[in-house]
Every structure is written in structure tokens, then in C-alpha cells.
């Protein structure tokens, strides 16, 4: 009996053994599929990864590319505005000098301003003295010819005085006009 039970027992270890192996080999491959599986889960993952990186390489490229163009304009840029800004500032006169030349300007012009009315009024008083002279004498022999051209001269005297007074005022004023727009534009 003991041989049988040996026996026995040697056919149960070898049928176990038998479905063990079996058992094995069909782990094996479902194992073996299941880590084919996940291996090609893992290539397509890793080519969708690669993919996106190569497209944003190439987005961030071109961010770089068009940031790259974007600065060297605004550089041009700077360098026209602060070309234009330095031209400008050489140009533009100091308050201080404006203040001087203009102070310089006003006082020759109050000056001329003070000698035409003078002159005015000198003229307007031989005027007023020559209509008197002349209502004065409106009852007397006539005058001669050499008074009345002497008078003529007088008169034609302080017309010419006055109006070389009025031109030379005009020069001022156009000068003066000339050296503010000079001052004010660099013209």
C-alpha cells in the first residue's frame, strides 16, 4: 500500500506540477501581452509627449523670433525719437537767452517807440505853430514865394522825418519777429 500511496502521491505532485506549468505559461502570457500592451501604451504616450514638445520648441521658437524683431524696431525706434529729441534740443534756446535777447529786443523798441513820439509831437507842434502863422497872416500882404517854399520844405521835412521813424520802427518790429521765430522754431 505504501507503493500505491507513493505512487500515488508522485502522480498528484506531477499532475499539480502539470497545472502549475501550465498555470505559468498562461501567466506568462497574459503577463506578457499585458506588458506588450503597456509598452505600446507607453510609445504612443511617449510620441504624443515628443510631439507636443516639438510643436511647442517650435511656438516658443517663434515667440523668440517675432520678441527678437519686436525689440530691435522698438530700438530703431528709440534711436529716430532720440536723434529727432537731441536735433530739437540743440536747436531750442535756453529761457534765459530768450529772456535776454527779448529784454534786449522790448528796450530798443520802447526806445524807438519814445523817440517817434517825440518827434511827433514835435511835428504836430510846427504844424499847430505853422496853421497859426499862417491864420495870422491870412489878413497881411501875401507871403512870398521863398517863405511859402520854405514852409513846404519844413513840412515835407517832418513828413520825411516821420515816416523814416515809422520804417525804422517796422524794421524793429520785423526784426524782432525774425529773432522770435528763430528762437521759438530754428527757423
Known amino acids: ?7 500515488k ?7 499539480v506540477r502539470e497545472h502549475a506549468d501550465l498555470e505559468i505559461k498562461r501567466v506568462e502570457a497574459a503577463v506578457g501581452l499585458e506588458i506588450k500592451r503597456v509598452e505600446t501604451a507607453i510609445n504612443l504616450e511617449i510620441k504624443r509627449l515628443e510631439a507636443i514638445i516639438k510643436e511647442r520648441d517650435r511656438l516658443y521658437e517663434e515667440r523668440f523670433n517675432t520678441q527678437e524683431k519686436a525689440l530691435a524696431k522698438a530700438e530703431e525706434a528709440q534711436d529716430k525719437y532720440n536723434d529727432v529729441h537731441n536735433d ?16 534786449a529786443l522790448t528796450g530798443r523798441l520802447d526806445l524807438e517807440t519814445t523817440n517817434l513820439k517825440e518827434r511827433y509831437e514835435e511835428s504836430k507842434k510846427e504844424i499847430y505853430g505853422l496853421r497859426e502863422y499862417k491864420s495870422e497872416a491870412g489878413g497881411r500882404v501875401l507871403q512870398t514865394t521863398q517863405d511859402q517854399a520854405k514852409q513846404q520844405q519844413t513840412t515835407m521835412a517832418t513828413v520825411a522825418v516821420i515816416s523814416l521813424v515809422i520804417s525804422g520802427v517796422g524794421l524793429l518790429i520785423s526784426i524782432l519777429v525774425n529773432v522770435v521765430l528763430k528762437i521759438m522754431f530754428g527757423i
Do not use: F, P, S, W
Not at 500500500?1 to 505512487?7: H, I, K, L
Not at 502521491?9 to 499532475?15: D, M
Not at 530739437?88 to 529784454?103: A, N, Q, W
Open 1 to 7: 500500500m505504501e507503493e500505491q500511496d507513493t505512487e
Open 9 to 15: 502521491h508522485c502522480n498528484t505532485i506531477k499532475a
Open 88 to 103: 530739437l534740443t540743440r536747436r531750442m534756446v535756453l529761457r534765459t537767452e530768450y529772456d535776454k535777447d527779448i529784454g
